[in-house]
Antibody, heavy 117, light 110 residues
Framework: QVQLQQWGTGLLKPSETLSRTCAVY????????WSWIRQSPGKGLEWIGE???????NYNPSLESRVTISVDTSKNQFSLKLNSVTAADTAVYYC???????????WGQGTLVTVSS | NFLLTQPHSVSESPGKTVTISCTRS????????VQWYQQRPGGSPTIVIY?????PSGVPDRFSGSIDSSSNSASLTISGLKSDDEADYYC?????????FGGGTKLTVL
């Protein structure tokens, strides 16, 4: 059974950089793309971007200028960095597996990241 | 890019059937797969339909998905409604390497 576990800073000030890492336990890491998805409080889902084991990444055009997703295949981990955060980046962040054709079939437990001065 | 538009909320009684629509603003709904997710309060989303109409293992056959090219929309139908089905439901598709989610529909089982 595949499990995703993330960690990182939960409280940020405006203009700081959000950093989160997600570890993948079980299953094949190299066979899939791995995504970050967020959900602002009381709002819908927003895809941030994805990466595969080779480091090939794709980003949401609306966030691309501020986002970097990286991978560490030796640890079966992938990471998110979002710079110059504002209150609008306050959200629950999920790390997710893309099972096939952008069907997100395994979700980690979301973590609330708050941006506040 | 395109938008996926869902009704904000729907409600129905236990045992009945409900359908949630998801309309694509531009481009052919059939051109890229549509997925559906269920999110219960406080929980992470879980996939209930992928590839327009495929059910992952463990999802009951009360859940079904379809697309309609004439209205350029996808639909999630839940039959034999149970109180446990009360949740938010999101449709999702993609264009090349960008993913789009619908705004979500809150299903209330009366």
């Amino acid at each position: 059974q595949v499990q995703l576990q993330q960690w990182g800073t939960g409280l940020l000030k405006p203009s700081e950089t959000l950093s989160r890492t997600c570890a993948v336990y079980g299953g094949s890491f190299s066979a899939y793309y791995w995504s970050w998805i967020r959900q602002s409080p009381g709002k819908g889902l927003e895809w941030i971007g994805e990466i595969n084991h080779s480091g090939s990444a794709n980003y949401n055009p609306s966030l691309e200028s501020r986002v970097t997703i990286s991978v560490d295949t030796s640890k079966n981990q992938f990471s998110l960095k979002l710079n110059s955060v504002t209150a609008a980046d306050t959200a629950v962040y999920y790390c997710v597996r893309d099972g096939r054709s952008y069907a997100f079939d395994v979700w980690g437990q979301g973590t609330l990241v708050t941006v506040s001065s | 890019n395109f938008l996926l538009t869902q009704p904000h909320s729907v409600s129905e009684s236990p045992g009945k059937t409900v359908t949630i629509s998801c309309t694509r603003s531009s481009g052919n709904i059939a051109s890229t797969y549509v997925q559906w997710y269920q999110q219960r309060p406080g929980g992470s989303p879980t996939i209930v339909i992928y590839g327009h109409n495929q059910r992952p293992s463990g999802v009951p056959d009360r859940f079904s998905g379809s697309i309609d090219s004439s209205s350029n929309s996808a639909s999630l139908t839940i039959s034999g409604l149970k109180s446990d089905d009360e949740a938010d439901y999101y449709c999702q598709s993609y264009h090349t390497t960008n993913v789009v989610f619908g705004g979500g529909t809150k299903l209330t089982v009366l």
